[in-house]
């Protein structure tokens, strides 16, 4: 029985894969492969091996998400949840200052119409002492 | 306690650092594959912490160029990938094994002047 066609292996596999999700392919199909390759050499040197020999295999080569850390800080490589939060946010930012400035542009400066001036300048604020927060964080 | 983290912090990050220069001494030796890579590393004591995790170091080899791969057919099993130093692993070998050696020693005299003053 071949490594690929044992379901523990598989599975094993499966949820590494998953873990290297923002590993560039050719890492990722680098680290697989020699993962792939190692508990297959260490089941070839057991006769028939039992459930128990394939979870000790795999217990040795470690958590998948822990390989998929240690990959991540070997390649230089930062989570990108972060980013794209702030990219959305400052999306968000911008559409709705645009909205806003638009309404105040077309029409007759009253009360509600200030209303509407200052929520893009609260919004841009936030963003700006947000940004400076993130700005700051990898240092 | 605060202390205790900070080195032991340290210490990790050291032996991360240095694993790769261990990887690129054993391959220079001769030709090794992943598992026969893991095993030799694991008999030093503290090297390798999880199997696994040689994996991602090993393609960093690669990308930089360092360490190539061949197959190689084998008598038990399947065929296994071979990681073998290439001309620019040899030479990067040769350049921190002469700075490892000069912080090796720098760092012994201070620690020694500092056991004489205690």
Not at chain 1, 17 to 25: G, I, K, R, S
Not at chain 1, 97 to 114: A, D, H, K, R, W
Not at chain 2, 3 to 18: F, H, I, N, S
Not at chain 2, 53 to 73: A, C, F, G, I, N
Request: hydrophobic share 45%.
């Amino acid at each position: 029985v071949t490594t690929t066609e044992n379901p523990l292996v598989r599975s094993y596999l499966a949820r590494l894969d998953d873990a290297l999700a923002n590993v560039p392919p050719e890492e990722r199909r680098q680290i697989l492969d020699g993962i792939q390759e190692h508990a297959a050499a260490a089941l070839a040197e057991i006769d028939d091996p039992t459930e128990a020999d394939v979870r000790n295999v795999l217990a040795r080569l470690g958590d998948p998400d822990a390989i998929a850390a240690d990959a991540r800080e070997r390649l230089g490589i930062t989570p990108s949840r972060s980013h794209s939060a702030t990219t959305v946010m400052l999306w968000v930012g911008a559409v709705i200052g645009v909205f806003n400035l638009l309404m105040v542009s077309t029409s007759q400066v009253g009360p509600i119409e200030f209303a509407f001036l200052a929520v893009p300048v609260v919004v841009l604020v936030v963003l700006a002492l947000g940004l400076r927060r993130h700005v700051r964080q990898p240092t | 306690m605060h202390c205790m983290v900070a080195r032991d912090g340290l210490l990790t990050q050291m032996r991360k650092g240095a694993l790769e220069y261990c990887v690129l001494a054993l391959l220079s030796e001769r030709e090794m594959y992943g598992l026969e890579l893991v095993r030799t590393l694991a008999e030093v004591d503290g090297m390798v912490l999880s199997e696994g995790t040689l994996y991602p170091l090993l393609s960093r080899l690669r990308k930089e160029e360092l360490v190539d791969t061949t197959w190689q057919e084998s008598l038990a099993g399947p065929p296994r990938r071979y990681y073998r130093l290439t001309a620019k692993g040899r030479r990067a070998l040769a350049e921190f094994m002469t700075e490892w050696r000069r912080f090796r020693d720098a760092v012994d005299a201070l620690l020694d002047d500092e056991r004489r003053g205690l």
